[in-house]
């Protein structure tokens, strides 16, 4: 006879031979990653799009009244080789002495940044920003938010300022922490401009107010000479427009590293959502469904040996153990254990005391002591079914 579950679960009873969902689950996984890769293509090439972006204030090739495009253009035009430049890792070149670094926007900068460049042995040309300290960048000068929308004129000795004369304006100024740093255009305590050397002997040169070298403010009085004089000592000049590094890692990893390890993540994220385990709707299943005895025996006792009750799989062997005794018996389902002790021990010859222990002895605390049980119980319950 065939056995009842392997009648229902038969192919021929539902509906034909179980369909491999192995090639379909397959194919659509790949399908979700060649959608990955595309999307981190998209991504990147977006991302190379936006480093290359021009519109930025004060990009050197922006021709927006925010850009500094003919500053740049004049530089050029005097011999001076601009390069713009986005990460610490396209500052190689201001490795050497005879190159000058332009730092746009001091603000955005992370600590560690500011210490990078602080220990550049390149001409260092700082934009300042009002509100912002340039913490480990220098401790020569300090920013401050006085400023001035009237014409300044330079009344210092400082060549480079001298030579501008005057300058439009200034939103902000600087003010000189240490003797040897000389201030220009004064405002106030301080001034618009300002020029020091490191403990090094770099020269370091800082401009209050980054507007002054905008296309919108270069030809109005001497800004474009002052522009021109500080960034203009050397024949190489990097503009470096910071962006927001996360780490060391990103700061000196090139470009097609950075792109490569944004690929590998995306992959990687891919392969991770085609193959974890999905928790959806509950399965609906027709009835009825035939589950083996033994399969629930089993899966019962694994849970209890997993949690360690044995004391309570004891209870349950004996009260199995007591209910079959009783209706072998003739005693009734209400009859105590007293009377089903008395009359088993009556039927084996036993001592009531002895089927008690049996029957309501003390409780295993362990599995060998629980498998003994078991085994007691067994032997017991075929002696009385002989009788």
């Not at 491999?20 to 991504?43: N, S």
């Not at 260092?124 to 006085?146: I, M, N, Q, R």
């Not at 078991?374 to 017991?380: E, N, Q």
Request: proline content about 5%; charged content about 20%; hydrophobic content about 45%.
């Amino acid at each position: 006879m065939k056995d009842t579950a392997t009648e229902i679960f038969a192919p021929e009873l539902t509906g034909g031979p179980r369909v491999d969902r192995t090639t379909t689950r397959r194919r659509r996984e790949w399908v979700v990653v060649g959608a990955a890769i595309v999307v981190t293509l998209v991504i990147l090439i977006i991302a190379a799009a936006r480093t290359g972006d021009h519109s930025a204030p004060l990009h050197p090739d922006n021709t927006a009244p925010n850009g500094a495009h003919a500053l740049a253009e004049l530089l050029r035009a005097e011999g001076v080789n601009v390069q713009a430049a986005t990460r610490m890792a396209d500052l190689e070149l201001a490795n050497t002495a005879d190159t000058t670094v332009l730092v746009t926007d001091t603000e955005i900068l992370t600590d560690y940044q500011r210490e990078t460049l602080a220990m550049l042995p390149a001409d260092l040309v700082l934009v300042g920003t009002p509100y912002e300290s340039l913490g480990a960048l220098s401790d020569a000068v300090e920013t401050d938010p006085a400023g001035s929308s009237e014409p300044l004129t330079a009344q210092c000795a400082e060549e480079d300022g001298a030579a501008a004369a005057r300058i439009s304006h200034s939103r902000g100024s600087l003010r000189a922490l240490q003797p040897d740093v000389e201030v220009c255009f004064p405002i106030g305590e301080g001034g618009a401009y300002a020029t020091w050397h490191d403990s090094n002997g770099a020269v370091r040169r800082m401009i209050a107010d980054g507007d002054l070298l905008s296309n919108a403010s270069l030809d109005r009085d001497g800004n474009a000479a002052l522009a021109m004089r500080a960034l203009g000592h050397h024949e190489n000049l990097l503009w470096y427009m910071p962006m927001r590094e996360a780490s060391n890692a990103v700061v000196y990893s090139p470009p097609e590293m950075r792109a490569l390890t944004w690929f590998l993540i995306f992959f990687a994220a891919a392969l991770v959502a085609t193959r974890v385990r999905r928790f959806g709707p509950p399965a609906r299943e027709d009835l009825p469904v035939v589950v083996r005895g033994g399969e629930i025996v089993r899966g019962v006792g694994r849970l209890y040996h997993a949690r360690r009750q044995y004391a309570h799989a004891a209870t349950l062997l004996r009260a199995g153990t007591k209910a079959r005794m009783r209706r072998h018996l003739g005693l009734p389902a209400a009859c105590d254990d007293t009377t089903l002790s008395a009359a088993l021990a009556a039927l084996t010859q036993l001592s009531e005391r002895e089927v008690q222990a049996l029957l309501a002895g003390s409780s295993p605390s362990n599995q060998a002591q629980l498998v003994e049980l078991a085994r007691l119980l067994a032997r017991f319950e075929r002696k009385v079914e002989l009788i």
